[in-house]
């Protein structure tokens, strides 16, 4: 029999895939370039030059039992220690390499993460606006639960987080810089957060992990800095990946970093060995994860991702939508200028704009604009932009 589960998951489409759909189609009608394709969060500005040099040249002349072999389960042990010693250098947190466990992508990571601490029947609750994909993440594992957003400024709407927690949280699920906000959590919420864990820890006798994904963590504007949660928080499992800071989504690596000053750090590392086994996960490849080794403090030349939020945010809040400035990653989330986000975006599609719903990031009346799109384009869409505001909402 079929698992009746997955089967009804089919029914829950990606609304982002979906409109990444319809912008294909509507390409092949009337040109890709003439559509406002704002769906996908696939990073846009080239892998650095030295990543690809370096891929070619282990791909062509590296030890092949080292490329093309197979990956011990937990990384390639030189990978890990290079990754914690990355790590303890700029954030000043004692990683080991037996600290990191290398996986695909930050999906890949999550997968281990919540595998390590949540029990059948246990709560792992996120705050709104979050990204979709955490439904179906966690859907075999735990109830995910969302706390309502602080729509102010998108930090954490701490009343509500209050008044959701209770004994069966074993997790807290956070991501900064946000997706689909752009906002990243300010010191001040990092530590109010830090220390309401800790004292519920206490009075739950048990554990309650920060379990932070932070594929974003290097796409920062304006001096921006975001507060590293291991800093603050001892039981925290950082989720982190290469596809957006290096632009490499199809090469399918990042690491699971377990913090140093979690009691079962370890043992959490050797469980995501464990649990690889038992969803077939097993290694990424050994090549990505070598090359990545080589370039563990550099990224793309991302400039490109602040100089197209700085073109929106302008033109959006003179046309008078409610926008809080995004600090961080390439999303933009304003308020919609109708109740119903969805039938704001759709039509927006009348004029080539294509912009996703915010009610499958648990905020409903909101909607994101993915600006990993070139420069140019993000001009040409400014007009079309006022020109569908103008026409549809006049009395805004
Ligand atoms: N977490 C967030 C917030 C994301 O936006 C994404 C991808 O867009 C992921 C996780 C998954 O990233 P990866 O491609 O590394 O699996």
Same mark, same amino acid.
């Not at 927690?165 to 900064?176: G, Q, R, T």
């Not at 793309?300 to 990653?329: A, H, I, Q, R, W």
């Given at each position: 029999?079929?698992?009746?589960?997955?089967?009804?998951?089919?029914?829950?489409?990606?609304?982002?895939?979906?409109?990444?759909?319809?912008?294909?189609?509507?390409?092949?009608?009337?040109?890709?370039?003439?559509?406002?394709?704002?769906?996908?969060?696939?990073?846009?500005?080239?892998?650095?030059?030295?990543?690809?040099?370096?891929?070619?040249?282990?791909?062509?002349?590296?030890?092949?039992?080292?490329?093309?072999?197979?990956?011990?389960?937990?990384?390639?042990?030189?990978?890990?220690?290079?990754?914690?010693?990355?790590?303890?250098?700029?954030?000043?947190?004692?990683?080991?390499? #037996?600290? =990191?466990?290398?996986?695909? +992508?930050?999906? *890949?990571?999550? /997968?281990?993460?919540?595998? @390590?601490?949540?029990?059948?029947?246990?709560?792992?609750?996120?705050?709104?606006?979050?990204?979709?994909?955490?439904?179906?993440?966690?859907?075999?594992?735990?109830?995910?639960?969302?706390?309502?957003?602080?729509?102010?400024?998108?930090?954490?709407?701490?009343?509500?987080?209050?008044?959701?927690?209770?004994?069966?949280?074993?997790?807290?699920?956070?991501?900064?810089?946000?997706?689909?906000?752009?906002?990243?959590?300010?010191?001040?919420?990092?530590?109010?957060?830090?220390?309401?864990?800790?004292?519920?820890?206490?009075?739950?006798?048990?554990?309650?992990?920060?379990?932070?994904?932070?594929?974003?963590?290097?796409?920062?504007?304006?001096?921006?800095?975001?507060?590293?949660?291991?800093?603050?928080?001892?039981?925290?499992?950082?989720?982190?990946?290469?596809? #957006?800071? =290096?632009?490499?989504?199809? +090469?399918?690596? *990042?690491?699971? /970093?377990?913090?140093?000053? @979690?009691?079962?750090?370890?043992?959490?590392?050797?469980?995501?060995?464990?649990?690889?086994?038992?969803?077939?996960?097993?290694?990424?490849?050994?090549?990505?994860?070598?090359?990545?080794?080589?370039?563990?403090?550099?990224?793309?030349?991302?400039?490109?991702?602040?100089?197209?939020?700085?073109?929106?945010?302008?033109?959006?809040?003179?046309?008078?939508?409610?926008?809080?400035?995004?600090?961080?990653?390439?999303?933009?989330?304003?308020?919609?200028?109708?109740?119903?986000?969805?039938?704001?975006?759709?039509?927006?599609?009348?004029?080539?704009?294509?912009?996703?719903?915010?009610?499958?990031?648990?905020?409903?009346?909101?909607?994101?604009?993915?600006?990993?799109?070139?420069?140019?384009?993000?001009?040409?869409?400014?007009?079309?932009?006022?020109?569908?505001?103008?026409?549809?909402?006049?009395?805004?």
């Amino acid at each position: 029999m079929i698992v009746k589960e997955y089967a009804e998951m089919l029914n829950a489409k990606s609304v982002i895939r979906e409109m990444s759909a319809f912008a294909a189609e509507r390409g092949k009608k009337i040109g890709y370039e003439n559509v406002f394709d704002y769906s996908l969060g696939n990073p846009s500005v080239p892998v650095p030059e030295k990543l690809r040099t370096k891929i070619a040249k282990l791909a062509l002349e590296g030890n092949p039992m080292e490329v093309y072999g197979y990956s011990p389960t937990l990384g390639i042990p030189a990978v890990r220690e290079k990754v914690a010693a990355s790590l303890k250098k700029r954030f000043g947190v004692p990683y080991e390499g #037996k600290h =990191i466990f290398m996986t695909s +992508g930050a999906a *890949g990571a999550l /997968a281990h993460a919540f595998r @390590c601490v949540l029990n059948k029947g246990d709560e792992i609750l996120t705050f709104a606006p979050y990204f979709s994909e955490y439904g179906p993440y966690t859907k075999p594992v735990a109830d995910l639960r969302v706390v309502p957003a602080d729509t102010e400024k998108f930090q954490i709407n701490f009343e509500a987080f209050a008044s959701m927690m209770n004994e069966k949280v074993a997790a807290v699920l956070v991501n900064s810089p946000n997706n689909p906000s752009g906002t990243v959590y300010s010191e001040e919420t990092i530590q109010k957060m830090a220390d309401f864990l800790r004292k519920k820890q206490e009075e739950y006798g048990h554990d309650i992990y920060i379990i932070s994904d932070e594929p974003y963590r290097e796409i920062l504007f304006d001096g921006t800095v975001v507060p590293y949660i291991p800093k603050y928080y001892e039981n925290t499992i950082v989720c982190y990946s290469f596809s #957006k800071s =290096i632009s490499l989504p199809g +090469g399918r690596i *990042g690491y699971v /970093a377990v913090s140093p000053a @979690c009691k079962d750090a370890e043992l959490l590392i050797n469980m995501c060995g464990q649990i690889s086994r038992g969803i077939g996960h097993n290694c990424p490849t050994s090549l990505m994860q070598l090359a990545v080794a080589e370039i563990l403090d550099e990224t793309s030349d991302m400039s490109v991702y602040e100089k197209n939020m700085n073109l929106l945010y302008e033109t959006l809040t003179d046309l008078g939508f409610t926008c809080v400035k995004p600090k961080g990653t390439f999303y933009i989330f304003p308020k919609a200028l109708e109740a119903d986000a969805t039938a704001f975006c759709k039509k927006a599609l009348n004029y080539d704009l294509v912009l996703v719903p915010g009610d499958g990031f648990g905020c409903p009346g909101y909607f994101r604009m993915a600006y990993c799109i070139d420069t140019e384009k993000v001009e040409r869409s400014l007009p079309v932009l006022r020109k569908f505001v103008e026409a549809e909402y006049p009395s805004r």
